[in-house]
């Protein structure tokens, strides 16, 4: 950390921070040749360099970067809402306070869900699972004390990621946000057809997977 931060109060606002936030200030600061006013500032470029020095550490579980694209209305993966999650793979919302939220206007078309074998694949082209998930988060095998009630959570924890994609663990949900997943399904969709804001979602207490599925089922059509 010593060679990171250059003082405590630094690190102390590191640790207040998301953990998408942290991994970007750290590759940052981690490979400040890639800045942009620094050398390799093209961006292919800067990837080359950083898998280079990837496959030299011999990690046990082989580790590339990933070109992640301002996202805009126009891109591959608009119909991707994000649900930030935390180290344990729990949902904590965009800015940390449980609440997930969408950029642009939604335009359902009257559609129920994305269902065109080629869309869904253009959708998910970003999406792809690494090597790191493949090896470790696919195998975990879970036992939530929710799936009798809730049998399809079981079968989404087991196939999610053949889903949606993605690069992420399962976990369980706490009791708190397997409530507001009921009175999501009881509610049903927060947009009707046309197009529309989506309101913010508080997934606190869920888990990334089961916040996903809370979404993509039951509150935003074509998600």
């Known amino acids: 950390a010593g060679e990171i931060f250059s003082n405590e ?69 608009s119909n991707a809402i994000v649900i930030p999650i935390d180290e344990t793979n729990m949902c904590v919302g965009r800015s940390g306070n449980g609440y997930i939220s969408y950029d642009w206007e939604w335009c359902s078309q009257g559609r129920d869900v994305l269902s065109d074998p080629e869309e869904i694949k253009q959708s998910r082209k970003l999406l792809k699972p690494s090597k790191w998930t493949t090896k470790v988060a696919r195998n975990e095998q879970l036992d939530c004390d929710y799936y009798s009630e809730y049998p399809e959570l079981q079968e989404w924890h087991t196939n999610v990621h053949q889903y949606v994609g993605g690069d992420y663990e399962n976990a369980c949900s706490t009791p708190a946000g397997m409530r507001k997943y009921e009175a999501a399904k009881l509610f049903g969709s927060v947009v009707d057809d046309g197009c529309q804001m989506i309101p913010p979602i508080n997934c606190g207490g869920l888990s990334g997977v089961d916040a996903c599925n809370m979404v993509k089922k039951h509150m935003v059509p074509y998600a």
């Open 9 to 77: 109060t630094e690190f102390e606002e590191f640790d207040q921070m998301s953990v998408g936030d942290r991994v970007m200030l750290v590759n940052k600061k981690a490979w400040p040749e890639c800045a942009i006013d620094a050398k390799l500032n093209d961006v292919h470029e800067c990837k080359a360099h950083i898998d280079s020095q990837l496959k030299s550490m011999q990690l046990e579980v082989p580790i590339q970067s990933v070109i992640i694209w301002s996202r805009t209305k126009d891109s591959p993966t």
